[in-house]
């Protein structure tokens, strides 16, 4: 009997370190596996984003050559269209989608740091003012059965947002300074300075998603009708630093036309934009030309009418955004600068800004 006892424990002994020595093994395997996998997956987000990275630089060398050729910018140009970027691409030795590549002009959106003429100030552009009224106007009446704010409570607490040296003072009666925003649930203070970016319009009293959420196919968030880009390299006669305010109509998506056209031409945005986007039967190219003054050829203008027009527009733009997206088997990449073009010993781009994508 002893001797069957022992050879049962032996065995019992045999199975628990053999189970032991198994459930090493699936774990060190488990464990070389999940490195192995996340070697792989960093070697793939690597090279996705050297793609991507090269996507950037291939987009600034566009902007480059199009400065040479061109005085002005539209969509007409090459830099605009996805498809032809995406086969220049092909062209270099990428494959198909490793390299995805998108570039817009940051001039053709409002520049939202100009509804004050100065920093520091709190002087008013005027013309400014009713570009975000007619836009904000234009979406309440898109959506008659939502409860939006009114235009001019948005402004004046946009105002108030960006203006300084008025003793926090309030615009109007529906504006709001620091005060008012530390009196929120969750307290926070008011800048008093140019907005960094599009998406802190979400933090001004009262505004909420719904204000910038359009019917187009063509917007799909407010980063497209808003930059808080265009910063003149020049001061102000009185010594400030200011946003010119003028808007590419060679680029400027229908939404943003609307607002730059007199009261009752809202519509006539659309004749723009098809004149300009006009192509011959074969769709081979554009037929009519963007030059200075072309909109005369399309809409019928008093001369105050043209005047006011002029002053809020221009041809050509030197600040564009480059969206590349590199992939690597599954993996994606995508990296968002914002570039200026500018003329130094030849023409060149310089990164204002680079982003990661989510």
Known sequence: ??????????????????????????????????????????????????????????????????????LEDSLQEDWANPETLGL??????????????????????????????????????????MIWSKLLEFNRNENPGVNLPDPSQVINCAKDWLDSNDNEAVTGLSGAETDD???????????NGPFEHPGELFNLM?????????????????????????????????GKYYYPGRININTARIEVLETLLPEGMSLRAEDLAAYRDQQDRQGAGFVNLLDKGWYERVIEFTEKEKSDFDRVIRYS??????????????TRVTLRAVVQ??????????????????
């Not at 960093?42 to 480059?64: S, T």
């Not at 530390?182 to 008011?190: D, F, G, V």
């Not at 187009?216 to 880009?229: A, H, P």
């Not at 130094?344 to 982003?355: E, H, I, K, S």
């Open 88 to 129: 220049a691409v092909e062209q270099m030795g990428f494959k198909p989608g490793d390299i995805r590549l998108r570039i817009e002009d940051e001039l053709g959106k409002i520049q939202m740091n100009a509804l004050i003429k100065g920093f520091p100030g709190h002087e008013v552009n005027w013309d400014q003012k």
């Open 1 to 70: 009997m002893p001797c069957k006892y022992n050879s049962g424990m032996a065995l019992v002994v045999t199975l628990a370190v053999v189970a032991v020595v198994i459930t090493c093994v699936l774990e060190l395997n488990r464990t070389v596996t999940r490195q192995a996998v996340a070697a792989h997956q960093q070697n793939d987000r690597f090279l996705a984003r050297e793609k991507a990275m090269a996507g950037i630089h291939f987009g600034m060398a566009v902007l480059v050559q199009d400065a040479m050729d061109t």
């Open 341 to 358: 073009r500018e003329q130094a010993n030849g023409w060149r781009c310089r990164v204002l800004q680079m982003v990661r994508e989510l």
């Open 206 to 238: 009262g505004v909420t998603g719904e204000l910038f959420e359009f019917e187009s196919e063509t917007v799909t968030g407010i980063g497209d009708l808003y930059t808080v880009y265009g910063l003149s390299e020049k001061k102000s006669r009185d």
């Open 181 to 191: 925003y530390l009196r929120l649930e969750t307290p926070y203070t008011c800048t």
């Open 317 to 330: 733009s030197h600040i564009f955004s480059i969206r590349a997206t590199g992939k690597e088997n599954q």
